[in-house]
T-cell receptor, first 117, second 109 residues
Framework: GAVVSQHPSRVICKSGTSVKIECRSL??????MFWYRQFPKQSLMLMAT?????????EQGVEKDKFLINHASLTLSTLTVTSAHPEDSSFYIC?????????????FGQGTRLTVV | GQNIDQPTEMTATEGAIVQINCTYQ??????LFWYQQHAGEAPTFLSY??LDGLEEKGRFSSFLSRSKGYSYLLLKELQMKDSASYLC??????????WGAGTKLIIKP
């Protein structure tokens, strides 16, 4: 199946700093990438949908100036959490979808555990 | 509104069979997914149904009834490693996944 690689898997940062998370599709071209956040014992929450070469579409309640998404190539999307605060501590997961097909979105990156201290 | 319902937690015995139900209400429908998620890890894909009926894949099977807005995941010959959360997700007319909260499955020896 399609492989999506996400880095880093864990990161601890100080409050007020920024953190960048990378999501790469290794064996297919990802025309669309999805970024999710998951708090403990809760469901996945879609943050934004990112299409290659265009601005990301953010879900209601997600601050686009705080969660910067760049999808500059067909194999890489990045999520930057700017001026991170302890309440941003969460599990962030990306998934990628290729052109056509019916469920290439089914494949996720490994996730990034962000802890803001 | 759009909604996915699945039980919060289930317990089963090693070697037994368990069925995890999921009901959904979405704006349009373009398929239903089941994922397995171990604690602290990303979800992994288990199955995809878009037509009515049963899809069998080894020890796992998934069933869909579009008219009833209903799906289930059937796990046979349960193993301890099957202890995980099982997420049901339906894809709406915009091809966006709507997620259930997940069912935590506890396997006992």
């Amino acid at each position: 199946g399609a492989v999506v690689s996400q880095h880093p898997s864990r990161v601890i940062c100080k409050s007020g700093t920024s953190v960048k998370i990378e999501c790469r599709s290794l064996d297919f071209q990802a025309t669309t990438m999805f970024w999710y956040r998951q708090f403990p014992k809760q469901s996945l929450m879609l943050m934004a949908t990112s299409n290659e070469g265009s601005k990301a579409t953010y879900e209601q309640g997600v601050e686009k100036d705080k969660f910067l998404i760049n999808h500059a190539s067909l194999t890489l999307s990045t999520l930057t959490v700017t001026s991170a605060h302890p309440e941003d501590s969460s599990f962030y997961i990306c998934s990628a979808k290729g052109a056509g097909g019916d469920y290439t979105e089914a494949f996720f990156g490994q996730g990034t555990r962000l802890t803001v201290v | 509104g759009q909604n996915i319902d699945q039980p919060t937690e289930m317990t089963a015995t090693e070697g037994a069979i368990v069925q995890i139900n999921c009901t959904y209400q979405t704006s349009g429908f373009n398929g239903l997914f089941w994922y397995q998620q171990h604690a602290g890890e990303a979800p992994t894909f288990l199955s995809y149904n878009v037509l009515d009926g049963l899809e069998e894949k080894g020890r796992f099977s998934s069933f869909l009834s579009r008219s009833k807005g209903y799906s289930y995941l059937l796990l046979k010959e349960l193993q301890m490693k099957d202890s995980a959360s099982y997420l049901c997700a339906a894809r709406d007319s915009n091809y966006q996944l709507i997620w259930g909260a997940g069912t935590k499955l506890i396997i006992k020896p």
